[in-house]
């Protein structure tokens, strides 16, 4: 494959990508499907965002916002069986039964790790060891900006970190473990090694004092547009949208099987950071994953991230010092 130019990279050599909005397939139907399925991504965020902004205290609490992320996911995997982005992404029971597991594995395992070892907990560290409080002056700020704050902030510190991932091999090893996905679903954002899923959730936010209805104002705006990245459906996509917000389309290419791809559209919510940055490129890619597109199974994501160290120092080790050295029974 010849690949294409995109900037000073050659994208497309090792796997076929689909480069530029005007190449990728529009939704196919009547105008009433062509009509849904082109604003139902912005009018769900406003419907979100609304909805926060208004609701009483007796129900702005997170019990209802996990509630609402269920029901939210579940009409989108309805979606996926309306209006499929590719036959071959179709979900099959086997696919179903893995993210499940790592669904209830984030919303109990990592969520309670994170509870004593995650950046809040970090950064009630910092501030009590130099001595400093949180910025309060923030709370003075309208609470519509205050929520774009704390997700902006949030996603800035994601971008970071998910660029590292790709560029630090030990930070590689934990996060390959998602690139070995061979489709997009709903639920495929869950599916990872554990230590990488604590990683990529490391923010800075707690640094920051905000109104407590901002935070739920802003978990709904990461959600309303940050859920489309994994997610099997065609979408007439709104130029804005698609220029503000990173999409199912731009993740695509980040999971794709060619290398230059996948080193692009590092941000989970604004892909104008990477636009910023210089990372961003346009486009769709159906083939995914690692090795061919060879799927790991549970056990192997959950061991190949300390297996793989291990057996790189192993290697290192036999090479300076010889055979004798770190003896391995079995495999």
Known sequence: MDGIRVGNRIIGRQAPVTIGW???????????KRFFFTYFQPVALLALILFWYYAPNSIAKASTAIWISVGFKALLLVLEWVNPRYESWKLTWKEMVTDLFYVGLGYTLIRYVDKFMGSDAIVEYIQGYFHFGKLHWFMDLPILLQAFLISFIFDFGQYWMHRGMHNWYPLWLPHSVHHYITQLNVNKGAVGN?????LIGLGMGGFFDFVPRAFLIAGAMTMGISVYQHINVRFNTPRWWRYLFNTVEHHSLHHSRDFEASRSNFSNTYIFIDRIFGTCVDGEAELL??????RMSVREQMTHPYSEA??????????????????????
């Open 194 to 198: 554990p230590l990488e899923l604590f």
């Open 22 to 32: 005007e190449n990728i397939p529009k939704v196919e139907g009547g105008p009433v």
């Open 289 to 294: 994953g690692m090795e061919g597109g060879r």
């Open 310 to 331: 291990f057996r790189i120092i192993r290697k290192k080790y036999r090479k300076r010092f010889g055979t004798q050295v770190l003896p391995v029974r079995g495999r």
